[in-house]
């Protein structure tokens, strides 16, 4: 056969021109990432290491615990790892606990974590993730579809985002890419993308591949087809280049055009184009924005909705009002047949596309050969070839008793130009995860990238502590060779821990502890005669034993009490690895190492005094047993105050209730108790009811925070 021409296609009508020298008319917002790309990192301050209070010291340096005794590891029980490593403990019976070292921290001093446990691959750390928002075109001067000018307000003043990208220096895909590759992916992952641009159902972007294409004067080089992308992906991957990790599973690039969601191709391309680890999405009907602003030109109104209820049909049809009934009401069921009657009026808009053309010569009878070879050439430039089937339009007779074949593509769209709403005339708002508005990418990435099969989202953890122990045997298991299964189970793997050392700071101190006491239960039978695992596992728990030890200072002394008398029956009560269980003895000595740094309030306020003639002097003890302070001597005369300081130091842990006695001196007589009261763990703020001998005191016993 013999192609005499090859011409350009006919452009199809969905598809929207760009204005060459258009500009916004609104003013652009440029939202700077102030240290999303190459910023350094302030330094940390050195952790700051204490000696134990004297108290605290002296607890530790006394006998074991009687709850620890039982943890001798039994010859033919545990493994005997486990009682090596407790023999310094037994020597003597007068062994040590070991002191942990607390580190300081405020508000803007994060605890420096512990390396890594040895792990197949190196951990990860979570990374603040970014919402960036494009706007890639400009409204034309004069028109009154306010498109890109209204999306611009919606997405300025209803969505979350990091950046508002609205420029004329953004308005292709290579800048884009650009920008995303001034990102630093070990500080900032995307969260999702949206590109928002005039769009078809036929796969085309309204805005140019590349600044050379966007200052271009051939119009068709200011659209991105599904032709021109897939050619671009082939020849100038350099294009689409991204730091490896920006882009992951958990990342979403939300393609804001009209009707180009039924274009899976063209979706599946531009997955591929952004690394092909996140996921496209698009709407499958017109996307339209609104908003409203009031007179000082703020937006105080902006919408986002879905518009024209369609039929597409391959080919070239002709339905008749009853059948577009039909249709339209199974297609949309949640209209009833009345508001579809109402609707459709007539009949819905018929409009047949005929975006491609082809001619061919060949000898008569050539049919089947027109159609494959018009096929063969345009099937590869539609990203929708089975909704456009070709068809032979005409057959003109050529010398030499040749034919010349015409065909073109044909699809028929039945359109209602209506917001999409529900039965009670609401617009509608479908979530993306709704297949019936939205499409989305079905790209998978080849078989060499890491598949991650487990979800610790969904997981408690005991059952992420067996998946660990679980993954890491299954790839000491598997022959050396199989580099891709050994990959896939290091992403599980991976993913597990850090997950692990992602939890413990969304955790509750509760929470925290129940974990450390079921892993000192657990861990003997999750890691056996694996000394790797156990090493990754006492690391996990020592993970969870950090955030817990940095926790007192942040709370309040009641707070501190509650927690170290959590930490206590938690300790009595506990079973199982002694080496996982240090983690409460050491999150313990942290609460009292926090008490030991506040101050026991005694506040007195002295409304009527004792003596007859001249001021009281007045002094508080408190006691516990085993220890009692007093405090200095304060003349105080009616409507005078004083708050007395003491040291809690002395009554640590802090236990048993506290004796709280002010007195009022007499010489040479015995000194008047005046205020008696007892004061309980966990020792909130407490305010006398009564006061003795004829006085009137108002004291309140607190901690100073």
């Known amino acids: 056969m013999q ?37 350094e990192v302030p330094a940390q301050p050195p952790d700051q290491t204490e000696e134990p209070a004297p108290a605290i010291a002296a607890q530790l340096a006394g006998p074991l615990p009687a709850q620890f005794k039982r943890f001798v590891a039994a010859a033919d029980g545990a493994p005997e790892r486990e009682a090596d490593a407790m023999g310094d403990w037994m020597v003597a019976n007068n062994p040590a606990l070991p002191r942990p070292s607390i580190n300081r921290y405020s508000a803007l001093q994060q605890v420096a974590r512990k390396a890594a446990p040895p792990a197949p691959v190196a951990q990860g750390k979570p990374r603040r993730r970014l919402n960036l928002v494009f706007i890639m075109g400009a ?114 690039i939300h393609i804001k055009g009209c009707n180009i969601g039924r274009s899976t191709a063209m979706l599946d391309q531009l997955d591929q184009a952004f690394g092909g680890e996140g996921q496209v999405t698009a709407p499958t009907h017109k996307q339209q924005y609104s908003s409203t602003k009031n007179a000082r030109r703020e937006v105080i109104k902006a919408e986002e909705a879905l518009a024209v209820y369609y039929l597409e049909i391959p080919g070239v049809a002709n339905l008749t009002a009853a059948q577009q009934l039909a249709q339209f009401r199974a297609k ?58 070709w068809r032979i339009v005409s057959r003109t007779p050529q010398p030499k008793g040749l034919v010349l074949y015409q065909l073109e593509v044909n699809k028929t769209n039945y359109t209602v130009d209506r917001v999409l709403t529900d039965e009670a005339d609401q617009p509608l708002k479908p979530d993306e995860s709704n297949a019936d508005f939205f499409g989305a990418s079905t790209y998978e990435q080849p078989a060499h990238q890491p598949t991650v099969s487990v979800k610790p989202a969904s997981m408690a953890m005991p059952e992420v502590f067996t998946s660990i122990a679980s993954v890491s045997r299954r790839i000491k298991k598997l022959p050396s060779d199989d580099a891709e299964m050994i990959r896939d189970l290091t992403a599980d793997w991976q993913t597990l821990e850090d997950d692990l050392r992602q939890r413990p700071a969304k955790m509750t101190a509760t929470e925290i502890i129940g974990v450390i006491t079921h892993l000192a239960g657990a861990i003997g039978q999750l890691a056996g005669d694996d000394e790797s695992i156990r090493t990754d596992l006492l690391a996990a728990g020592d993970t969870f034993g950090e955030e817990l030890q940095q926790r007192p200072p942040a709370l309040e002394g009641p707070e501190i009490v509650a927690l170290s008398g959590q930490l206590t029956t938690a300790i009595d009560a506990a ?35 004792e003596d007859w003639l001249g001021a009281d002097e007045v002094y508080s003890r408190v006691a516990a047993k085993g220890h009692t302070e007093t405090t200095k001597t304060v003349k105080l005369n009616d409507g005078q105050s004083y708050a007395f300081t003491l040291s809690p130091a002395g009554y640590l842990p802090m236990a048993a209730p506290l004796s709280v006695q002010v007195f009022d001196a007499d010489w040479p007589d015995a000194d008047d108790l005046i205020v008696q009261m007892e004061w309980k763990p966990p020792f909130r703020p407490l305010v006398n009811s009564e006061s003795l001998d004829g006085a009137n005191y108002r004291v309140h016993a607190h901690f100073d925070r």
């Open 3 to 39: 192609r005499l021409k090859d011409p350009a296609a006919d452009e199809s009508e969905a598809r929207q021109e760009k204005d060459d020298d258009a500009t916004p008319n609104v003013a652009s917002e440029q939202v700077d990432l102030p240290a999303a790309a190459g910023a």
């Open 139 to 252: 409204d034309r001067r004069g028109n009154a579809n306010r498109f890109y000018t209204a999306a611009h307000d919606y997405f300025s003043s209803q969505v979350k985002n990091d950046a508002l990208i609205d420029d004329a220096s953004h308005r292709n895909l290579e800048s884009v890419f650009d920008y995303l590759r001034g990102l630093n992916p070990r500080e900032v992952a995307i969260g999702n993308i949206y590109l928002v641009s005039h769009a078809a159902e036929d796969g085309t972007l309204s805005f140019p591949l590349t600044a050379g294409d966007e200052a271009s004067r051939d119009k068709n080089a200011h659209h991105i087809t599904y032709a021109q992308l897939k050619n671009a992906l082939a020849t100038q991957p350099r294009l689409f280049t991204l730091p490896a990790g920006l882009i992951d599973r958990n990342s979403t």
């Open 332 to 389: 949309y069921p949640f209209l009833s047949e009345k508001k579809w009657k109402a609707l459709l009026g007539r009949g819905a808009k018929r409009t047949v596309l005929n975006p491609y053309k082809f001619r061919v010569t060949a000898p008569p009878g050539s049919d089947q050969q027109a159609l494959a070879e018009a096929q063969t050439w345009g099937d590869p430039q539609m990203a929708r070839p089975d909704m456009y089937p």
């Open 575 to 609: 079973k199982g690895d002694v080496r996982v269980l240090e983690n409460l003895v050491k999150a313990r000595s942290a609460c009292e190492d926090a008490l030991g740094k506040r101050a026991i309030m005694i506040d007195v306020q002295v409304v009527k005094t």
